[in-house]
C-alpha cells in the first residue's frame, strides 16, 4: 500500500523561507516521478514541481522557478520542496504526489493529505 505524508508547513511572511517533506512508503523511488501540487482557495490544484529519479529531470511551473528546488533521499524515500522567497499568492494548500509509469506530466495516482502554506505579514 502506497503512503504519502507531508510535513512541513505553516506560516511564514513574505520574503520567507519553508521546507516541505514528503515521506513515501510502498513504492520505489528509482521508477516513480514524484511531484508537488498545490491548490489554492477558490482555485485549482495546480502543478509546482516534479522530479524522475531515474534520469535525475525536475520540472517547475513557471512561478516558482529560481525560488523553489525540488530534492530528495532515495535511500530514505522522501522528497523535499525548498521554498525560499514566498509571496502571498504562494498560499495553499501543497500536497505530494506519485505517478507509478515515471512521467512528471502524467497522471499522479497517490496522494498525500496536503500541508498549509500561509504567506502573510
Known amino acids: 500500500q502506497v503512503q504519502l505524508v507531508e510535513s512541513g508547513g505553516g506560516l511564514v511572511q513574505p520574503g520567507g523561507s519553508l521546507r516541505l517533506s514528503c515521506a513515501a512508503s510502498?513504492?520505489?523511488?528509482?521508477?516513480?516521478?514524484m511531484g508537488w501540487f498545490r491548490q489554492a482557495p477558490g482555485k485549482e490544484r495546480e502543478f509546482v514541481a516534479a522530479?524522475?529519479?531515474?534520469?535525475?529531470?525536475?520540472s517547475y511551473t513557471d512561478s516558482v522557478k529560481g525560488r523553489f528546488t525540488i530534492s530528495g533521499d532515495k535511500a530514505k524515500n522522501t522528497v523535499t520542496l525548498q521554498m525560499n522567497s514566498l509571496k502571498p499568492e504562494d498560499t495553499a494548500v501543497y500536497y505530494c504526489?506519485?505517478?507509478?509509469?515515471?512521467?512528471?506530466?502524467?497522471?499522479?495516482?497517490?496522494w498525500g493529505q496536503g500541508t498549509q502554506v500561509t504567506v502573510s505579514s
Open positions: 510502498g513504492l520505489t523511488f528509482s521508477t516513480v516521478a
Open positions: 504526489a506519485a505517478n507509478p509509469r515515471n512521467s512528471i506530466y502524467g497522471l499522479y495516482d497517490y
Open positions: 522530479i524522475r529519479w531515474s534520469v535525475g529531470i525536475a
